[in-house]
């Protein structure tokens, strides 16, 4: 959770040096670059083999969309409010869950949905004195949408298929899109703002690897949890690097978005795992 909070700081910096398109492709080009050269010598050709090219894919595009809303959404929102409205992400999932796959959601949960969601309308504050983000309110909530079919469709993928494979196919949707539309946004770039670059994909290489190994290792629901230590360090590393000190009211919307997600993963640990259907 370090990671993608310093990743999220580091893509504010960068989005003020170049285009989001470029620096979009530079994040997902060190991703497969960089699994190419490591792993690809060692595995060959099982690098490459997957049984759901399909859901691959998706979670492909869901990262470059998810990655596209977030860098524009951090050229007008402060690190720590931007990383608290994401955190609705689990409280999505569960939602997403019962739609899809028919989950039973008691009325606690259907509480704690509406609980995140006014945490969230607190830290937005919509045509509030603190901060008018407009129409850029919707960039994060678009974000987790699409965050929340990325988690769950990483969880899908790691319960059969390799963690770097999955983290190379990715990386190669992302790269192959991204380069497509580069001519539209391309500029030179200066030594230290491709270092910077090159720092931001080593960040959410890292962590987003690190993610995949732990959903093979853990169910979602003991994960989840840990997710919230990221509004912490966004909001410790937006305030030191940028001056953002969230007020009272922000704190507050934080502390509900985070108390709810936290009560909502501890109700869903205590419910009985059902049976695989054979």
Known sequence: MALFACFDTGVKIASALAPVGVVVWARYLFQVGVT?????????????????????????????????????????????????????????????????????????????????????????????EAQDLGWAALLPLGLVVSNALFQLITSRLARTEDPATTHFYTGLTGALLTSAALPWSWQQLSPTTWALLALLGALSSSGHFLLILGYMRARAATLTPFLYFQIVFATLVGWIGFGHAPDALTLLGIAIITGCGTLGTWLASREPVPTPAR
């Open 36 to 128: 190419a050269v490591t792993v690809l010598p060692r595995r060959g050709r099982a690098l490459l083999r997957t049984e759901r090219p399909g859901l691959q894919l998706l979670r492909g595009l869901c990262l470059l969309s998810l990655s596209v809303l977030a860098f524009f959404s951090l050229q007008v929102m402060p690190v720590g409010e931007f990383t608290a409205i994401v955190m609705l992400t689990p409280l999505l999932i569960t939602l997403l869950a019962a739609l899809t796959l028919g989950e039973r959601i008691s009325a606690w949960r259907w509480l704690l949905l509406a609980g995140g969601m006014a945490g969230a309308l607190i830290v937005i504050r919509p045509k509030g």
